[in-house]
């Protein structure tokens, strides 16, 4: 029961941030969340054609004709516009790179699960612009992109360089534009994504003198830091960060990258690693978005502290900083390879039900207490999205 309970009220939020110009990111109106977001959009647009409700799927598809009516002329894509009037942001301190990853995702996914030609007549020159602008971010050419810190959805974290969210998020992208155009120069740009992610991301000495391998000395220093099975975060030219990034790991599981076996094995350890119990059945048991908490002391402290536009979010265990995600949760749920799936989504509907389904952008990691924005619609897609995968065995991508 509660599982239908909380499918029915995630649909509901979802039509209540439906709009003549697309979804909404959120109910309440602050800071620039009563906007279309090309990220919570798709996300949200992504769970919709899963619902397989119509009136949900015409608000995505409105949503996308919005991000592509304001797409600039480098073919990149906001990340988010005002509807009322038109205002729109591709970011702040620096450009949001994750919003036209996700927009191209979004066009690709929905011509491909809805089968619906006219789509792609109405988009083709809008993804192929946007999916130029992305390989122009291969700064290097060499199959990568570059990420500036603060340049995807965790704007005020410390990550930055080749991140792993990222080059996931641009591995979908590439596959899902290969599937709708059959194009050999992009599946064969796909495949060398694909192994450029396995070597650089999971390092061993056996691919120590393979060309994918993008800086030697880096590759060398993760090998001695290295634990597997879990992925590097990120690494630039003069670093390697090793921690829990589970938006990544949800990503990476529900691709085709991995193995079934090899999969298994990083789900298990992101849940060991981070000390979660999804039997638990409390706010604790929802993930948090990075583990270890970076704290006061910490070499990374000021470097984290020193990030933010209008005021410090990320106090140990709050925000990006292990403050705990429906949206990191609902994702890492839908690649759940565990025979337990029912009663880990069970866990996560009885959360987002505690506070009267609130659908708060993040729990307190210590507390559980709702925190952040209220009423956020990807905090309720996260959890169709879930049920979809879990339950009907959808795919989230194709």
Known sequence: MILEETYAKSAELLKSLSTSGGLLASIENIDNYRRVWSRD????????????????????????FTLKKYQDRT????????????????????????????????????????????????????????????ECLELNGRGLIYIPQGGD??????????????????????????????????????????????????????????????????????????????????????????????FAVGLLLLSDILSAKKKEEVRAAALVYCGVDLDGGSALSVLPAFHPVISEGDHNWEHLRSNHLYEFKNKPYHYHNGGRWPLVHGFFLASNLSQKKEEHLSSFAEVLAK?????????????????????????????????????????VFE
């Open 355 to 395: 506070d009267s389904y609130s659908f708060p952008e993040f729990y307190d990691g210590e507390t559980g207490e709702a925190k952040g924005i209220k009423g956020l619609g990807f905090s309720a897609a996260a959890f169709l999205l879930a049920y979809e995968a879990a339950i009907n065995g959808k795919k």
């Open 153 to 246: 959805w965790a704007d005020e974290y410390i990550n930055h360089g080749y991140v792993l969210y990222d080059e996931l998020l641009y591995y979908l992208a590439l596959r899902s534009f290969s599937l709708v155009t059959n194009n050999p120069v992009f599946i064969s740009k796909k495949d060398y994504l694909k192994e450029l992610i396995l070597v650089n991301y999971f390092p061993d000495k056996k691919y120590l003198e393979d060309g994918h391998v993008y800086h030697r000395a880096m590759y060398e220093s993760a090998m001695l830091h290295y634990n597997p099975p879990l992925p590097v975060t990120y690494f630039s030219n003069h670093s390697v960060r090793f921690h829990l990034d589970v």
């Open 41 to 64: 959009g798709v996300v949200a647009g992504i769970a919709s054609i899963l619902s397989g409700d119509a009136a949900l799927i015409k608000t995505f598809k409105q949503t996308l």
């Open 75 to 134: 073919g990149r894509v906001p990340s988010n516009v005002s509807v009322e009037n038109g205002d729109v942001s591709y970011g702040t301190t620096v450009g949001r790179i994750d919003a036209t990853l996700w927009y191209v995702i979004g066009v690709c996914n929905l011509v491909l699960k809805t089968g619906d030609g006219a789509v792609w007549d109405d988009y083709k020159e809008s993804v192929e612009k946007a999916v130029f602008y992305l």
